[in-house]
């Protein structure tokens, strides 16, 4: 099996951490560690930067806001330590946060860290062989990613000592305006689709439902899968925007990481995973699963497509501002701005035509 382990890489230029600090650090605060520390840093992702911590044969992960954040509210490294110290006891793919940190006399900023969990992590770049051969193991996978987001939102967060982590009362308009919002700070250049589709979902809002608690970032490359059965799911990783809200948004946001065969070529370029392999579900195939599994009625997901196609350009937009300013020099970022407009595109065209 070519099951790949997601495995860090040296550090990228600028993203440094101070190592003499940080091992003075952890050794005073982490039974049983002991140096020299060993800084490495996990190379995907575009929103927090997190490494990978070595001391004698113990691993751990650091987590910490990227280099020139503007969006503080949205790397507040605190509140997903606390939310990641009382989920990982209910619900066991959470990893296990150790410490938390707010001394940025230490790193210059706020972090925490917590266990590593070791598996294989789904890129576009790194399929497993035995997926690609396998269609009918990647319909299994299919179906366990999108049965796991179901499990998640029917957890009773209240007993697990989270209910005070969000306001779902107002949750999609808060949403819909906030992005909106944010969106009008982020711009670097005009965008009529991005403002037509802003536009259309503030007059579209749907009714209220049930709220749950959400994760609002999930998709194949925030899993860890286990290398011996990879329709197991070890780990979900990034709770960084977790809360209390609407199901079917964050339903919305994983869908639109969900890229078809059938997609526009443009839409091919920016696949979070491999979801075109044979044997993959659609978008609609993935949605009518989560309705079984979540023993509801299959709702029209249109707005809340469009919603996670919007949000997720608002995103990479905030990434782009960064890179156009000069905050970041990582030349990953340098063409997102093209990523922007076809989300933006591609939103406008699900309105349209009214299909996933």
Known sequence: MNA??????????????????????????????????????FPSGFSNLTYLLRMGDQEFVLRRPPIGNAVKSAHDMGREYRVL???????PPAPEPLLMCEDEQIL????????????????????????IATPGLVTTLCESFVDNLA??????????????????????????????????????????AMENLGGWLSENLPAAIPPALIHNDYKYDNLVLDPNDLTNILG?????????????????????YWVEPNDPPEQHARAFGPTMLPGSLTRQQLAERYAQSADIELPDLVFYYAFGLFKLAVIVQQIYARFAAGKTQDQRFAQLNLMVESLGKTGLRVVETGKI
């Open 236 to 256: 979900v990783l990034d709770w960084e925007m977790a809360t209390l809200g609407n199901p079917l948004m964050d339903l919305g946001s994983t869908l639109a």
């Open 108 to 131: 210059g900023c706020h972090f925490y860290v917590m266990k590593r969990l070791r598996g294989v992590v789904l890129r576009k770049t790194n399929t497993p062989d035995e997926l």
């Open 85 to 91: 110290s009382k989920l990982y006891l209910v619900y």
């Open 151 to 192: 499990r998640l939102h029917q957890l009773d967060y209240q007993r697990a000592g989270l209910g005070d982590l969000g306001r779902p009362e107002g949750y999609v308009e808060r949403q819909v305006n906030g992005w909106v919002g944010r969106y009008a700070k982020a711009k670097t250049d005009l965008n009529l």
């Open 4 to 41: 790949p382990f997601d495995e860090p890489v040296p550090i990228r230029t600028g993203e440094e951490l101070d190592v003499a600090r940080l091992e003075s650090y952890l050794i005073d605060r982490l039974p049983a560690t002991n140096g020299p520390l060993v800084v490495e840093q």
